[in-house]
């Protein structure tokens, strides 16, 4: 199975790569500038220039891409139509490394984690752009995408401990009442829904049990 991991380079990008290639699958990076991941094949490419050519062969595309400041936010969506344009009508599926600010709190799916009082001032831009281009991603008929949310605390120092559980579109809690997973087990989550999830246009979340 041969995957592309856009965004490589990044903490998400760096361990879903490597737990890829600790189970045997062919990946390549796609990478803005040095490869500095540890996938030994590569390709120099900034998201916004990605192209059809550029992830021909490719059974599964991952998309790793994160922004933080306030004017690079609006590039959640910008990035994530290049690569649905470019995966258009292909059988090449798209995994997207999602937020959890967009999980539902409730049954009938009106309120959202980003919603609440409690919920942090700070990342509320975060939430509400890569809110954003979840919805302009459920609109794309033409592409075989799987959009994955972390649990609400996302810990990239996390362990690895192969340990998670597989939710939908509600935000989940293990059995200590908590809505957590690291960096590396959320890897482990994604590599598996590369090899054996057919969630095809939906979206998941895990939570480390």
Known sequence: MKIAVVCANGKAGQLITKEALQRGLDVTAIVRGENRSAASQSISRD????????????????????????????????????????????????????????????????VC???????PDMFEPLAAAMAKALSELRQRDDVKWTYISPAGDFQAEGGRS??????????????????????????????????EGGHIKERISVVQK
């Open 162 to 195: 192969g340990n998670y559980i597989l939710g939908g579109e509600e935000l989940t809690l293990n059995e200590k009442g908590e809505s957590v997973i690291s960096y590396a087990d959320y890897a482990v989550a994604m590599v598996d829904e590369i090899m």
């Open 113 to 119: 984690v980003a919603d609440g009082p409690d919920f």
């Open 47 to 110: 998201v916004l220039d990605i192209t059809a050519n550029d992830l021909k062969g490719f059974d599964v595309v991952v998309d790793a891409f994160g922004a933080w400041t306030e004017d690079t936010l609006p590039l959640h969506s910008s990035s994530l139509k290049v690569l649905c344009d470019a995966l258009s009508g292909t059988d090449t599926r798209l995994l997207v490394v999602g937020g959890a600010g967009s999980l539902y709190v409730n049954p009938e799916h009106t």
